[in-house]
């Protein structure tokens, strides 16, 4: 049996990470486990390339809710990456920290050790962020931009703001959120720049990293209270790996609680249901499921050209040429090219909305397909939602997908934030700034004004926006999945590393975070490792 000091589990965001982190030192071996593919589309390099990449299932999991009543008994849509470098592959490179007193809470909730002031090191540390002040990374791995294309309703938008009373904020991971202005992403010279750039590539080439793709991790294996290794599929044959020091799931909020219920580790009851024999008791494997929630306000526009019309005949033929030759152009957009982080209530603190302006609508979002007249939305989400909902599995089957109940809305205070949130974007864009380019609201319309009637077009129209996390919560508690340095509680040997170990939801998009948790999660390993005299 093959035996390396570390098995990584997954092959996505934190697992890249955790792949370059543990080892550079060259005093340990790591092998990485990764079910999908090499990210070998011509799409991944092309920003705009993301809409092409969310409907393949080559690179996405195509992952679904089931039918809930607080959004209408829809089925929604959870895109995970699939394939070596997981969600950066496909996901929209916007890059956004959070606010210090997202940390601050996690720490007030029993992640010790994962205050402001404890993770911003790892921040500057991974990111190479040229225009930002002092407190951002210049060095790291990961290259991350402004959105470089201008146009004039997007100005426009801005100059509404500030006539609306708000600030603009040309750095919201600089001193303060608050305010507008144009995304960061994680791009480099126009061309999408993922984990598989800045962190697994420059790792490749070392003797002690073992990387195998299209192999599908079946189970974890636990053998007296402590877990020795895991068991994958590779080519249609079960092979079994010895981890000499720890196993670490890295498989991200949807399937490392699948995994590990697969191994007989979650909640009893559950398992003996399936027919799975109980390993591990751990009830709330799959549990404090969070993600954010948005709606999308469309309006139609004139005077001005929009993707609607750049993207389409023509005119794409000319911005694909355009792309190919300078990097620049239409091409090198993603999901978001204004930012607004606003307070709903004068008396708060920090931001508690997030808005992502396009100049573009869609005439059927779920497949990416652009109206084919001028227009521009808005997409609105509650920063912090504190309603929870469950990832668990409902086969005993590895290759079936798990059972995703987002609870989405439940709480009365994420109804609130989204309608305020809603209401205010609309009054933004009735200022007179903005007055020669809009010609009317698509989505929801006028008939919508009451509290009720917004929140009957969120429950009805409302998606995911891919941040799923907590399904493992890190904290002190019994309830506790794993302790504050990420250690499976009651198992030894075992940890997680993704976003499954989120308290709490950040205050924004969550690749950045992610990041940072697989990146202070490899110094904790490696920290335990010498504590231990391990040197490989």
């Known amino acids: 049996m093959e035996s390396y000091d570390y098995v990584i589990v997954g092959g996505g965001t934190a697992a890249c990470v955790l792949a370059n982190r543990l080892t550079a030192d060259g005093q340990h071996t790591v092998l990485m486990l990764e079910a999908g593919g090499e990210p070998n589309s011509m799409w991944i390099k092309i920003p705009a390339g993301f809409t092409k990449l969310l409907n393949d299932p080559v690179y996405n999991w195509c992952f679904e809710t089931e039918p809930e009543s607080n959004t ?44 402001a002031h404890d993770v911003a090191p790892y921040f500057t540390k991974m990111e190479s962020y040229m225009a930002g002040g002092s407190r951002r990374g210049k060095s790291g791995p990961m290259r991350i931009a402004q959105v470089a294309e201008r146009y004039p309703i997007a100005h426009a938008l801005l100059q509404a703001a500030v006539e609306d009373g708000q600030q603009l904020n040309d750095d919201y991971n600089g001193e303060r959120q608050e305010g507008f202005g144009y995304y960061q992403v994680a791009q480099q010279g126009g061309q999408r720049w993922s984990v598989v750039d800045g962190y697994l590539n420059p790792a490749r080439q070392r003797k002690n990293l073992t990387v195998r793709s299209g192999a599908h991790v079946l189970k974890v294996n636990v053998q007296a209270g402590r877990c020795t290794g895991v068991t994958y599929r590779l080519g249609g044959r079960e092979v079994s790996v010895a981890a000499g020091r720890e196993v670490i799931m890295a498989a991200g909020a949807v399937q490392t609680p699948q995994i590990l219920e697969l191994s007989g580790i979650g909640n009893p009851e559950l398992l003996h249901r399936l027919g799975i024999a109980v390993v591990h008791a751990a009830p709330q494997v799959g549990e404090n499921y969070i993600d954010h929630f948005a709606t999308r ?72 397909k652009l109206d084919n007249f001028p227009g521009m939305t808005i997409g609105v989400t509650g920063l912090r939602p504190t309603s929870q909902g469950s990832i668990h599995i409902k086969s005993a089957d590895p290759m079936a997908g798990p059972s995703i109940r987002p609870n989405f809305l439940a709480n009365e205070a994420d109804r609130q934030v989204l309608v305020d949130g809603m209401k205010i974007a609309r009054r933004l864009v009735s200022r007179s700034a903005l007055a020669n380019y809009i010609e009317c609201e698509m989505s929801p319309g006028d008939t919508v004004q009451t509290d009720v009637e917004w929140l009957n077009f969120a429950r009805e129209n409302g998606q995911t926006i891919y941040h799923p996390v907590g399904t493992c919560r890190m904290g002190t508690d019994a309830q506790a999945v794993v302790d504050a340095r990420l250690r499976f509680n009651g198992i030894a040997g075992l940890r997680v590393v993704d976003a499954s170990v989120m308290p709490a939801m950040v205050s924004g998009n969550t690749q950045a975070a992610v990041m940072m948790v697989a990146e202070r999660g490899a110094d904790l390993i490696l920290q335990d490792a010498i504590a231990a005299g391990v040197r490989g």
């Open 72 to 115: 209408r008994d829809r089925v929604i849509a959870i895109p995970r990456g699939k394939g070596l470098g997981g969600s950066s592959l496909i996901n929209g490179m916007i890059y956004v920290q959070g606010q210090p007193q997202d940390y601050d809470r996690w720490d007030s909730m029993g992640a010790t050790g994962w205050s």
């Open 297 to 368: 306000l469309n309006w139609r526009v004139r005077n001005t050209q929009t993707l609607n019309e750049l993207a389409q005949g023509w005119r794409l033929g000319q911005s694909v040429l355009e792309y190919f030759t300078r990097h620049t152009g239409i091409l090198t957009l993603g999901t978001g090219l204004v930012h607004g982080f606003v307070k709903t209530r004068a008396e708060l603190a920090t931001p508690d909305v997030q808005y992502f302006f396009m100049h573009a609508s869609y005439a059927n979002a779920a497949i990416r």
